[in-house]
């Protein structure tokens, strides 16, 4: 019965949809105008440079002796097995949706159970950080220190989020991962060729979440701040750009932006658990922290934006 109504409703939103298309052409086109400026000038430049070291340096076990480094500390935190603290910081550098692959690479390596890799996904949600600086920060913003605040208030929830959560593990062997090493120019051509596939999914999951929250906007006549927070739930990206044209004081705008990308969006909800679609990791389980993700971080920018501005 669900089936038969989950397929019935799916069919009634694409009826709507392609009539929709037909009917308001100029507003998608223009839709996809803006989602193409707003991926190419804020996305690219802060993602693209980020997801290639990356990729290269996965290729030679770079961060195999950051891991060694680290993992004393990382462990205190939030008792987590040596080996596998690379998924934490790699999460951090990269940013979401980048988490899942690196818990779908130690899931297939049997580094990690799905109890573990539930708890990991709870604390591992980082915004790419040269996003949130240039992007948000200097381009959204047009204030550098608003986008450091942002960044700090987002990865301490991340932190008290993990530390809340630190269970017991169940023990598996701690087998190293090993890369196959191809020569650099191979290596560098793969990774361009990653990056660029990554970079193009999230091209068209912005515009496509764009195009209906455009259609949305046309069809009803909404209040700007709860139009830009309906957008920010279903695409942070368009969200956040939203909000920050609002006509309302910057700590709000703040702690509105803190709140949408440390709850991350359906979009990137979507994204994650395609990703790990092989296994059955619960999703309402990650849905619950990401709200709480989003509360702990904007209550975090609230302190630091007033004991500042005193």
Same mark, same amino acid.
């Given at each position: ?63 195999? $002796?950051?891991? #060694? ?7 205190? =935190?939030? @008792? /987590?097995?040596? !080996? *596998?603290?690379? %998924? ?114 999230? $091209?068209?999951? #912005? ?7 455009? =259609?949305? @906007? /046309?069809?009803? !006549? *909404?209040?700007? %701040? ?85």
């Amino acid at each position: 019965m669900n089936k038969k109504l989950n397929k019935i409703l799916l069919l009634m939103f694409l009826t709507i949809s392609f009539l929709e298309l037909f009917s308001h052409s100029n507003v998608v086109k223009e839709a996809i105008i803006n989602s193409s400026k707003l991926w190419f000038y804020n996305l690219v430049p802060s993602i693209l440079p980020i997801y290639l070291f990356i990729d290269i340096s996965l290729n030679y076990n770079y961060f195999k $002796y950051i891991d #060694i480094i680290l993992y004393p500390l990382l462990n205190k =935190l939030f @008792n /987590i097995k040596k !080996n *596998i603290s690379y %998924i934490f910081i790699l999460s951090i550098l990269s940013g979401f949706p980048s988490n899942s692959k690196y818990l779908k690479n130690a899931l297939d390596n049997n580094l990690i159970n799905i109890k573990e890799a539930n708890r990991l996904l709870i604390f591992t949600h980082f915004s790419n950080p040269l996003f949130i600086i240039e992007g948000i920060g200097v381009n959204f913003l047009n204030n550098k220190k608003i986008g450091i605040i942002i960044l700090i208030s987002h990865y301490l929830g991340n932190i008290i989020l993990g530390i809340l959560n630190r269970k017991s593990y169940d023990k598996i062997s701690n087998n190293n991962l090993e890369y196959k090493k191809n020569s650099f120019i191979n290596t560098l051509s793969n990774s361009i060729t990653n990056t660029f596939s990554i970079l193009i999914l999230l $091209y068209g999951i #912005i515009t496509f979440f764009m195009i209906i929250t455009s =259609l949305i @906007n /046309i069809n009803f !006549n *909404i209040n700007p %701040i709860i139009n830009s927070l309906i957008c920010g739930l279903l695409e942070i990206t368009n969200g956040i750009s939203l909000v920050s044209q609002l006509s309302i004081p910057v700590i709000y705008k703040g702690i509105i932006i803190t709140f949408l990308l440390s709850f991350g969006g359906l979009c990137i909800h979507m994204q994650v658990f395609s990703i790990l679609k092989e296994y059955s990791l619960k999703y309402s389980s990650y849905l619950k922290y990401r709200i709480i993700h989003g509360i702990v971080s904007s209550c975090i920018f609230y302190c630091i934006y007033i004991s500042i501005a005193k």
